[in-house]
């Protein structure tokens, strides 16, 4: 079974250009999140996603970043207008559906995606 | 809003050492804590899960404890090798939100 799956495992981008992150998650997860890791700083909670629905994206920046989760095909993170802050490592987790109240849906990582903006 | 903490930022010690990495986080409210390792560019391993319920975990020379109303897990690794040197990060589960902190990286001299 393989893991959750990201790529490209590394992007170069130019300030304006715009970013795309792919995740495909765990055969049988149903479920999607997206952290964002800036140098010398924690993961940060970003989106969590379910198929074609967005849970909760309180921890995405409210302009130039967005997220999908289609019916079919990967998870996208999408950058527009990069700008040299936007660069970190982002990681997908990916768990399986809800098994029961009160249990924890436990999240596995992806490799991530590096981000350099020049 | 939960803040978690990790002390030290950095730890060197020579071989066969015991490690002792801390965590505190400021909402005691938790689901449960995951302790993760992480090595120079890969991604997240997961190492320990605490449930809310257990007050430790414990995994080969690895063992965690929970002290919920206190706000802190310590992550315990016995008898240290090279290959355990990494970044150790701690999350706070908070329903299906983690909440990372820096983490400790650590140096195991040979």
């Known amino acids: 079974n393989a893991g959750v799956m990201q790529n490209p495992r590394h992007l170069v981008r130019r300030r304006g250009q715009e970013a795309r992150l792919r995740c495909s998650p765990m055969?049988?997860?149903?479920?999607v999140y997206w952290y964002r890791q800036l140098p010398e700083e924690g993961l940060k909670f970003m989106v969590y996603l379910q198929k074609e629905n967005i849970i909760d994206e309180s921890g995405m920046p409210k302009e130039r970043f967005s997220a999908e989760f289609p019916k079919e095909g990967p998870s996208i993170l999408r950058i527009q207008q990069v700008v040299r802050g936007d660069s970190a490592a982002y990681f997908c987790?990916?768990?399986?559906?809800?098994?029961?109240?009160?249990?924890?849906?436990?999240?596995?990582f992806g490799p991530g995606t590096r981000l350099t903006v020049l | 809003k939960q803040e978690v903490t990790q002390i030290p930022a950095a730890l060197s010690v020579p071989e066969g050492e015991n490690l002792v990495l801390n965590c505190s986080f400021t909402?005691?409210?938790?689901?449960?804590l995951q302790w993760f390792r992480q090595d120079p560019g890969k991604g997240l391993t997961s190492l320990l899960l605490?449930?809310?319920?257990?007050r430790e975990q414990t995994s080969g020379r690895l063992n965690a404890s929970l002290d919920k109303s206190s706000g802190r897990s310590t992550l315990y690794i016995a008898a240290s090798q090279p290959g355990d040197s990494a970044t150790y990060l701690c999350?706070?589960?908070?329903?299906?939100?983690?909440?990372f902190g820096a983490g400790t990286t650590v140096t195991v001299r040979a």
């Open positions: 605490i449930q809310s319920s257990q």
């Open positions: 999350a706070v589960v908070d329903d299906y939100k983690l909440s």
């Open positions: 055969k049988g997860h149903s479920h």
């Open positions: 909402d005691s409210a938790i689901y449960n």
């Open positions: 987790a990916s768990s399986p559906g809800v098994i029961g109240l009160g249990a924890y849906n436990e999240q596995f």
